[in-house]
């Protein structure tokens, strides 16, 4: 089975610093957080001002790519469902995808509101929010 | 440098055979493709339906790692951006998103409806819509 690799482009610094204390979505828990990214990177920030929505996509390296059921939101009460008809962390890839808004853009830091990844977990894309695409 | 195994979940069956084909962005072109998910997720399917709406995530396996910015569009009359506020396939982790309307699902076969990325793509997630999330 062939396997793409994929390489961490920035970091997390958030004040959530366990799967205890994440929300179950960061977007309505208005959490504020940085992106610090790669100097290697730089470049490709180019254009991202404060006032911009962003998908951020992270690698949830502390889930658990084994399972393939969950119950949604964690919640016992509700039938086990299949991962691709949630947004569990837990999946085959586990890719995070979050809508955060951007506050400020520093050199290689961003500021943004609405992320809901852990303190440390590694950035690997980041694409504009589009309304005639993503609605 | 850390790299994570993103390994094919299913894969895309298009009418788009090459890039020159490919609509600059699958939704308004209202292209209709087929995911063919891999056996070993198909559990993963379940609760996923005809009228969802699902964000696709595939590998865009012809795309440049190495482009940091680039003409949005490929419009050479619009100046170039850094590819992280572009919607561009080449970018450092070249993994595609795209919001998609399901039309049917048999088995492991998910008929879609505003798919931009060529036949053949390598699929990598499934995630499903949320307007309280994703807007």
Known sequence: ?????????GWVRSPI??????????????IEAEL???ESVAPALDGIQAGDKLFVLCWFHMAEREVLRVHP?????IPKRGVFA???PDRPNPIGMCLVDVLSVED???KVRGLDAL????????KP??????T
Do not use: C, F
Not at 1 to 9: K, L, Q
């Open 17 to 30: 610093k366990s799967r205890d204390q994440a929300p179950h979505q960061g977007r309505p828990a208005g």
């Open 86 to 88: 949630t947004r569990s």
């Open 129 to 134: 929010y589009r309304s005639s695409l993503d």
């Open 108 to 110: 290689r830091t961003l």
């Open 36 to 38: 610090v990214m790669e």
């Open 1 to 9: 089975m062939t396997d793409y690799g994929v390489r961490p482009i």
């Open 119 to 126: 303190d440390g977990t590694p950035v690997v894309d980041l």
């Open 73 to 77: 939101r964690g919640n016992p009460a």
